[in-house]
Each structure stands twice: as structure tokens, then as C-alpha cells.
């Protein structure tokens, strides 16, 4: 079993950048595929990015490509979220996810889940 948490959240103006961070325990980090979602009020949970176990192929929902970046940190067992030319669209709560299969778009096909970090961009 793995417990994650997020941390790095906050609050900046539009144009700003973050830096959301994953912390995972348990043991077998390396074999995970690690997703970012997120949900903003009112609205249901969306994907943001996933990364697959060996770090070597990454996607992004359209609404962050080019400003977004996923990375992880295996011998930190770390997943990391680069947040850049945020939006006030870009304002959610922040969750990260990890998966025993191949990396997803697909929420459903995650095991775990963290608790989420709140992230504000105000214009």
C-alpha cells in the first residue's frame, strides 16, 4: 500500500509560478505510474498529467501543455507537479494518484490517492 501527500500549494497572481510536491510512502514507488488531478468548485475532478513508473513518457490534459510539467524523483519517492503561467482557471484543489497499471487520464484507474492541496491564482 502507498499513502501519499501533497504539499507546495498556495496562493499567486496569475502569471506566477508553483511547485506541488508528492510525497509517497510504502513501499514499491518505482512501480507506480503517478497522476496529478485536480477539482475546482462546482466542478468534477479532472486530469491534469501522469507520469509512467520509469519516468520516461509523460501527458497532459490540453489545458496545461506547455505551462505544466511532471517529473519524479524515484530515490526520493517523490512525485513533483511544475506549475507555470498559472491561470485563474488554474484555481483547484490539487491531487496526486498513483496507479498499479499503465499511466491514465482515467481517474478510475488509480489505487491511491492523496488529500490534495489547494492552489489559488487571482487575477
Known amino acids: 500500500q502507498v499513502q501519499l501527500v501533497e504539499s507546495g500549494g498556495g496562493s499567486v497572481q496569475a502569471g506566477g509560478s508553483l511547485r506541488l510536491s508528492c510525497a509517497a510512502s510504502?513501499?514499491?514507488?518505482?512501480?507506480?505510474?503517478m497522476g496529478w488531478f485536480r477539482q475546482a468548485p462546482g466542478k468534477e475532478r479532472e486530469f491534469v498529467a501522469a507520469i509512467n513508473w520509469r519516468g520516461a513518457s509523460t501527458f497532459y490534459a490540453d489545458s496545461v501543455k506547455g505551462r505544466f510539467t511532471i517529473s519524479r524523483d524515484d530515490a526520493k519517492n517523490t512525485v513533483y507537479l511544475q506549475l507555470n503561467s498559472l491561470k485563474p482557471e488554474d484555481t483547484a484543489v490539487y491531487y496526486c494518484?498513483?496507479?498499479?497499471?499503465?499511466?491514465?487520464?482515467?481517474?478510475?484507474?488509480?489505487?491511491?490517492w492523496g488529500q490534495g492541496t489547494q492552489v489559488t491564482v487571482s487575477s
Open positions: 494518484a498513483a496507479s498499479r497499471g499503465y499511466y491514465s487520464s482515467n481517474s478510475g484507474r488509480y489505487d491511491y
Open positions: 510504502g513501499r514499491g514507488f518505482s512501480s507506480y505510474a
